[in-house]
């Protein structure tokens, strides 16, 4: 019975959401389409939202097509998580393992915490521009902020019998950190990395929002300037769709470095 | 050498709320070269702190320890000790974790693998090499843990309530194996327990403590009744049928339970 149900879960689970997809289309398109309900100024039919699709793949919109603005978003986003993750797991598991680095960095971080990444934003053009420098840094700023966090909670999660334990086999404090402290946190670093991700999105788009030359963000600001439903809606999905893209290949990576827990 | 020497030692804590408590009343204490000797003590009695403090992971108020005529000074690999919470890494196979004091040593790789793989065959772990801890029962983590200590050829193994965890069938299979490993790789052993069956049947000499303050009430040679009994020759359940066991089981009872009324009394 057990096998049975463990064999059937994945594929029901797959079949109801598809099936949850499928009714939000149909009712989408009887709502525009089938019955008129909706003004398709409000919400445009399906089929609005295919030729705009096909309009951004062929000629483009908002200066290139479809594929070159998410690559150009998909680049931001990889280098802005990139340096945030680089720099903020290295400051959390130092902060987590040292007293005094927590007591000399935790002011400033608790100042700077608060700060949504929006209000960055106009700090960020004075600085850099509308170019990708700026970006990355806003990226940067809010990514940052999970990773660290998260590391830092990992470190103190870490169970102090396994560190005993370590140091009477003669480890070393290298030995203990690399070993113990950092596998230890590990699955904290990648709830970490998860939010971190996730906020890498929101101020990419928000940012691009304001003011930027390529991009889905630059997509979803000129299709509201043209009043361009369709538009919105592909540019909506697209952001939607890389997002998923990048938290399914992080899950990825998750499952593979934590092999060793047991399967949920 | 590698006797364990506790010369006039006492902890004391100091309590959140002000005021310190003292947890261990001046103690002198020499377990000798090879010598297995197990500490019983209802909880609170400073046992484990003992141990502890052998082990470098803590320090006493006042007086020293000295292992092998060498004060201790914090945890070294000399000194191996086995938890009851088994403290195995969830993120290392049962290899890598028999290993990792060898690696932390340097050991060359070969000499390594040799030693891990004699230890995984007597503590009877075969099979499981690449199994990661949740894999395995309680029991089978705490072969794990006692591989561990004993492939670093420590002079000293101090061991915190190991069986404590277990359930009563594995405990029973534990205790007889840990007498037959014991009696092939003889060590200075402190054995931390609460249950005076184990603590008599394990060891050479038992060391009955109290507590309030934690203090030892008395130590009892347990090793010529071994001797006399043939022990070793005989399964665990008919060794505590003996009426020399049964004896020396409601002795020890009996010490322990006046220290408790003498404290409550108190």
Redesign the interface.
């Known amino acids: 019975m057990a096998a049975g149900n463990a064999l059937l879960r994945p594929s029901r689970a797959v079949l109801v959401g598809t099936a949850t997809v499928l009714a939000v289309l149909g009712l989408w398109w009887l709502a525009t389409s089938g019955l008129r309900l909706l003004n398709p100024l409000r919400l445009p039919a399906p089929s609005e939202v295919w030729a705009a699709f096909q309009q951004i793949n062929g000629r483009g919109y908002a200066g290139a097509t479809l594929i070159e603005h998410a690559l150009h978003s998909l680049g931001l986003v990889a280098r802005g998580f990139a340096v945030a993750v680089i720099t903020g797991v290295p400051l959390g598991l130092l902060m987590g393992w040292s007293r005094r680095a927590e007591a000399l960095v935790n002011p400033i971080f608790l100042l700077l915490r608060p700060i949504p990444a929006l209000a960055w934003i106009p700090l960020a053009i004075v600085w850099f521009g509308l170019g990708d420098t700026g970006k990355v840094f806003v990226i940067w700023l809010t990514a940052f902020v999970p990773s660290v966090i998260n590391a830092f909670t990992g470190v103190r999660q870490v169970?102090t019998?396994?560190i005993?334990?370590?140091?009477?086999?003669?480890?070393?404090t290298a030995?203990v950190l690399r070993?113990?402290v950092i596998?230890?946190a590990?699955p904290m670093i990648f709830t970490g990395l998860r939010l971190s991700l996730q906020a890498s999105w929101t101020t990419l788009v928000a940012a691009e929002l304001v003011g930027a030359f390529f991009g889905l963000g630059r997509v979803l600001n000129i299709a509201g300037q043209d009043i361009y439903p369709g538009m919105i809606l592909v540019g909506m999905a697209a952001v939607a769709v890389c997002g998923a893209g990048t938290t399914w290949l992080l899950g990825l990576l998750e499952r593979r470095v934590l092999n060793?827990?047991?399967a949920v | 050498m590698s006797e364990i020497v506790f010369k006039a030692v006492t902890k004391t804590f100091r309590l959140p709320r002000g005021g310190e408590f003292l947890a261990i009343d001046t103690t002198d204490l020499r377990i000798e070269e090879k010598e297995f000797v197990a500490i019983v003590g209802p909880s609170g009695c400073g046992k484990t702190t003992l141990m502890r403090m052998a082990a470098g992971l803590e320090f006493p108020s006042s007086g020293s320890v000295e292992v092998g005529g060498k004060r201790v000074v914090g945890p070294g690999p000399e000194r191996a000790v086995v938890f009851q919470q088994f403290a195995l890494m969830p993120w290392k196979t049962v290899r890598e974790n028999i290993g990792f004091g060898l690696m932390c040593r340097g050991a060359p790789k070969a000499e390594a693998d040799a030693a891990i793989g004699r230890y995984i065959e007597l503590m009877g772990l075969s099979g499981h090499e690449d199994s990661f801890p949740h894999q395995l029962s309680g029991g089978m983590q705490q072969r794990v843990a006692i591989a561990r200590a004993y492939v670093m050829n420590p002079a000293a193994l101090l061991m915190d309530e190991p069986f404590g965890a277990l359930d009563a069938q594995t405990r029973i299979v534990m205790q007889e194996e840990l007498v037959r490993l014991a009696r092939r790789n003889p060590r200075t052993v402190i054995f931390i327990t609460h249950a005076v069956d184990e603590a008599i049947y394990l060891a050479d000499r038992v060391v009955v403590m109290g507590r309030k303050p934690g203090r030892i009430i008395e130590t009892i040679d347990i090793k010529p009744l071994r001797a006399e009994g043939g022990w070793e020759e005989m399964p665990i359940e008919e060794v505590m049928d003996t009426p020399a066991f049964t004896h020396m089981r409601s002795r020890i009872w009996k010490l322990l339970k006046a220290r408790e009324q003498a404290a409550a009394d108190h």
């Open positions: 169970d019998i396994l005993a334990a370590a140091r009477t086999q003669g480890a070393s030995q070993h113990v596998p230890g590990m060793w827990r047991p």
